[in-house]
C-alpha cells in the first residue's frame, strides 16, 4: 500500500510550459507569488486571474489535478476566512455576541481566499509540470552564485536529488519492516496516540540503520565512480536557455509591471 | 595490467583511548598478475578477504604494506586516485545501493559527469554502454520499477561508460535469483569478448567461475589456489577444506571415479560427464 506513493506530483504532457527552463519556473513562480500579495484594484485582479487562466491553458493539465492541491489547504483557508470576517476592525454591520461582521471583513476574507486560492492553483503549475529532478537542477543552477560565498550548492542539490532517488526505496523497506514485525506479534493499529508512536520504535530503529548501512554503500559506489564533488563535473543535461524561455522571462516582467502600475493608478476600489 | 605484491590489508580496531584492540588481517601477503582482457573468477568463503582485495583495485582502501600497480599507476599515490578509478571500474553487490539517479540513463551518465567528459560524448557512451548491456530500451525508466538482474546490468552500464580496461565485479549476483544471476554473468563474458575489458569476478557461487580463464581461490587473506577452472575442480577434496561448494556435476564425476570408472577430473558440465560415462560404457559393451 505504501508503494503507491509517489513523490512530487509531475503530470507528464507536451506543453511549453513542460518544456521551460526550470529556473524561468521557479523565477515565474516567485514574481507570481510577490504580485499576489501586492496587487490592488479590480483591473489588477483581472489582469492576475487572466494571466493564471493563461498559463493553466497552456500547461496542457487538466484543472481538476490543481484542484486536488485545494483540497489540502481547505480547513486553513476556512480559518483564514473565519478570522478575517469577525476579527477585522471597522463599522459592525451585523452583531452577534462578540463576533462583529464588518463590510471591511467580508472584503479581506474575500480578498484572502483568492490569494490563496491563487497561490496553491499557481505554484501547484510549477510542480506539475516540472520533474524532480528538473527542479534540483534548476535550483543549483540557480543558486550557484551563492557558492561563491561558501554555500555547499552542489552538495545540497545532489543530496535532494539523492533523497528523491531514496524515499521510494525506503518506503518499501518501511513495508516489509512492518510486515515482518507484525508477523512476529506487533501491531501498529489499535491502541491510544502514545502506544502508537511507542509501536512505531521497532520499525524505526531498523529502518534507521538500514538507511545508514545504505549511506554508506552508496558513499562508497559514488567514490568508485570518481564523484569528488562538484568541481570539474560536466552535465549530461545541462541547462540552457532558449528563445521560449527569454519570451516567457519578458512576459513575468511585463505582468508584473502591469500590476505594479495598477497598484499605483488604477487603485480602485481598494 | 593488475600487478599486486605482497600486499597486505589490516583492520584494526581500536578503543576509545586509541589503543589497538584487535588486528584482523584481511590481506596476507597477496600476490596477484592480471594480464589485460582476461576473465578471472576470484572465489573465497566469507571473510577470505575477496571484497577486500577489489577495493584496494579501485583505491577505495589503503594497503597497509605492499605495492598494488594497476594500469601501470601506483595507487597508494594521492595523484593517481582518480585515473586508477576511471581505469578499473566496480559493481558492488547491492544493486539499489549503487544506483544515484532516478531515470536509468542520467545514472549511467554519472560517472562520465565526474571525469569531466563534454555533454555529446556522455550522450553517446550512455547510448552505447546501454546498448552494451542489453538496457537501450529501459533507458527512460526509473531504477525503482527493474528487476535485480536489470538493475545490475545499468549498474554495469555506468561502469562501462567510463570505459574502464577492467571491471571488478564484486558480488554482483548474491542477492539476485537465478534468472538475474545468468544475465549479469552472461553481460560480463559478452563485454570481456567484444571489447577485450579485464573481467575480475568475485563471487561465491561456483557455477558462475566455470568459464572463466583463471580462477583464483582465496582463504584468510591469502591465494590459496590458482589455476584454470579445470584444474581447480579437480581437487574437490581441497576445495571443500576451504569450504567452497564444488558444482555438483564435478562431485558426482569425482565419486564416479572414485568407485572405479575411467572419468577424468575435473569435469565442469554436465554434458562433459554423459559424454565419459558414454565412452566407458563403450569401452565395457566391448569387452
Known amino acids: 500500500m505504501l508503494r503507491d506513493i509517489t513523490l512530487g506530483q509531475y503530470y507528464p504532457a507536451d506543453s511549453v510550459i513542460h518544456k521551460l527552463d ?11 507569488i510577490i504580485s499576489l500579495f501586492c496587487f490592488r484594484g479590480v483591473a489588477a485582479l483581472l489582469i492576475v486571474t487572466a494571466f493564471l487562466a493563461g498559463v493553466i491553458r497552456v500547461s496542457n493539465v487538466p484543472f481538476r489535478y490543481m484542484v486536488k492541491g485545494l483540497r489540502a489547504i481547505l480547513v486553513l483557508m476556512l480559518i483564514t476566512a473565519v478570522f478575517n470576517l469577525f476579527l477585522t476592525p471597522g463599522e459592525p454591520l451585523f452583531t452577534f455576541g462578540v463576533f ?7 472584503r479581506n476574507a474575500g480578498l484572502m481566499l483568492v490569494r490563496l486560492t491563487y497561490l496553491i492553483l499557481g505554484t501547484s503549475i510549477m510542480t506539475l509540470t516540472t520533474t524532480p529532478n528538473q527542479l534540483t537542477d534548476g535550483l543549483e543552477k540557480a543558486l550557484m552564485p551563492f557558492s561563491k560565498i561558501g554555500i555547499p550548492v552542489h552538495a545540497i542539490a545532489m543530496m535532494m536529488s539523492i533523497a528523491l532517488r531514496f524515499i521510494p526505496i525506503l518506503i518499501e523497506e518501511t513495508d516489509k519492516i512492518m510486515k515482518a514485525q507484525m508477523a512476529r506479534g506487533a501491531d501498529f493499529e489499535s491502541g491510544n496516540l502514545l502506544r502508537k508512536v511507542k509501536s512505531m520504535i521497532p520499525l524505526l530503529v531498523p529502518l534507521f540503520v538500514s538507511a545508514f548501512r545504505r549511506a554508506d554503500d552508496l558513499a562508497m559506489a559514488m567514490e568508485a565512480r570518481c564523484y569528488n564533488g562538484g568541481a570539474g563535473r560536466t552535465k549530461m543535461k545541462p541547462l540552457r536557455y532558449g528563445k521560449r524561455d527569454a519570451l516567457a522571462y519578458v512576459t513575468v516582467i511585463v505582468y508584473l509591471a502591469l500590476i505594479l502600475l495598477c497598484r499605483r493608478y488604477l487603485r480602485w476600489p481598494m | 595490467m593488475i600487478k599486486a605484491k605482497q600486499l597486505v590489508h589490516e583492520y584494526i580496531r581500536r578503543d576509545e583511548e586509541g589503543n589497538v584492540e584487535s588486528v584482523t588481517t584481511a590481506l596476507d601477503h597477496v600476490d596477484l598478475n592480471v594480464k589485460p582482457g582476461e576473465f578471472i573468477a576470484i572465489l573465497g568463503h566469507n571473510g577470505s578477504g575477496k571484497s577486500t582485495l577489489a577495493k584496494h583495485i ?9 605495492t598494488l600497480l594497476v594500469n601501470g599507476m601506483d ?11 576511471q581505469s578499473a571500474g566496480m559493481v558492488f553487490q547491492n544493486p539499489d545501493n549503487q544506483i544515484i539517479a532516478s531515470v536509468v540513463e542520467e545514472d549511467v551518465g554519472f560517472g562520465p559527469e565526474n571525469t569531466g567528459v563534454p555533454t555529446e560524448e556522455i550522450w553517446r557512451r550512455v547510448e552505447e554502454s546501454l546498448a552494451a548491456v542489453g538496457m537501450l ?3 527512460h525508466h526509473s531504477p525503482n520499477k527493474l528487476s535485480g538482474g536489470q538493475k545490475q546490468r545499468v549498474a554495469i552500464a555506468g561502469v562501462v561508460a567510463m570505459q574502464p580496461r577492467c571491471i571488478v565485479l564484486d558480488e554482483p549476483t548474491a542477492m539476485l535469483d537465478p534468472n538475474g544471476r545468468r544475465e549479469v554473468i552472461r553481460t560480463a563474458h559478452e563485454l570481456n569478448r567484444a571489447s577485450g575489458v579485464t573481467i575480475l569476478l568475485i563471487t561465491h557461487y561456483m557455477e558462475e567461475v566455470v568459464d572463466a580463464d583463471r580462477v583464483l581461490v582465496m582463504d584468510q587473506g591469502k591465494v590459496v589456489m590458482q589455476g584454470t577452472p579445470r584444474e581447480i575442480f579437480s581437487q574437490v577434496g581441497k576445495l571443500k577444506e576451504y569450504r567452497l561448494d564444488v558444482p555438483q556435476v564435478t562431485i558426482l564425476a569425482d565419486l564416479l571415479r572414485q568407485s572405479g570408472l575411467d572419468i577424468p577430473r575435473g569435469v565442469l558440465r554436465r554434458e562433459e560427464l554423459v559424454e565419459a560415462v558414454l565412452r566407458v560404457a563403450q569401452v565395457e559393451d566391448m569387452q
Open chain 1, 100 to 106: 462583529r461582521l464588518t463590510a471591511e471583513g467580508i
Open chain 1, 22 to 32: 526550470p529556473r524561468v519556473k521557479l523565477f515565474s513562480t516567485m514574481i507570481y
Open chain 2, 137 to 139: 530500451k529501459y533507458r
Open chain 2, 58 to 66: 579501485n583505491a577505495l582502501l589503503v594497503a597497509s604494506e605492499g
Open chain 2, 75 to 85: 595507487v597508494s599515490r594521492e595523484e593517481n586516485i582518480l585515473p586508477v578509478r
